[in-house]
C-alpha cells in the first residue's frame, strides 16, 4: 500500500511527476457526478486536491472504488468532489 508520506519524502521533481501521472489514471471524468463545468476547468483527483470550488454539487454515483489511486492508498472515502478529500491528504500539493 502507497502512502501520503511516501510522496511527501521524493524529490519535488519526482513528487510532481508522480502526481501528474496519477492524475492520469483519476476517472471522475467517467463517473456520473462529474459535470461539464469540472470538465472545462480540468478538474480532477478531488480526493487530493478536495472538492470542486463551484462545478459539482449533485451527488450521483461515485465510481472512485474502482479507480487504482482509491485501492492504492486505501482510501475510504467517496464523493471526494462534494465532501473534500480524504483526511489523510494534504491540503495542497
Ligand atoms: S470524486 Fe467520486 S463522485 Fe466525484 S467525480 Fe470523482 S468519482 Fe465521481
Ligand atoms: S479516488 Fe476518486 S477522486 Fe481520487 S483519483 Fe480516484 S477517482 Fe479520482
Redesign the pocket.
Known amino acids: 500500500m502507497r502512502s501520503i508520506d511516501e510522496l511527501n519524502r521524493m524529490m519535488p521533481e519526482r513528487r510532481k511527476a508522480e502526481i501528474a501521472a496519477m492524475r492520469s489514471r ?3 471524468p467517467k ?4 459535470t461539464e463545468c ?1 470538465r472545462e476547468r480540468d478538474e ?1 483527483m ?2 487530493f486536491y478536495g472538492r470542486s470550488p463551484d462545478c ?1 454539487s449533485r ?6 472504488p474502482k ?1 487504482p489511486v482509491h485501492t492504492e492508498f486505501g482510501f475510504k472515502g ?5 465532501r473534500g478529500g480524504e483526511r489523510t491528504s494534504p491540503k495542497r500539493f
Not at 463517473?31 to 462529474?34: A, E, H, K, L, R
Not at 451527488?59 to 472512485?64: G, H, M, Q, R
Open positions: 483519476c476517472p471522475c463517473c456520473p457526478t462529474y469540472a480532477k478531488f480526493c459539482v451527488e450521483l454515483k461515485c465510481i472512485c479507480c467517496l464523493h471526494y468532489c462534494t
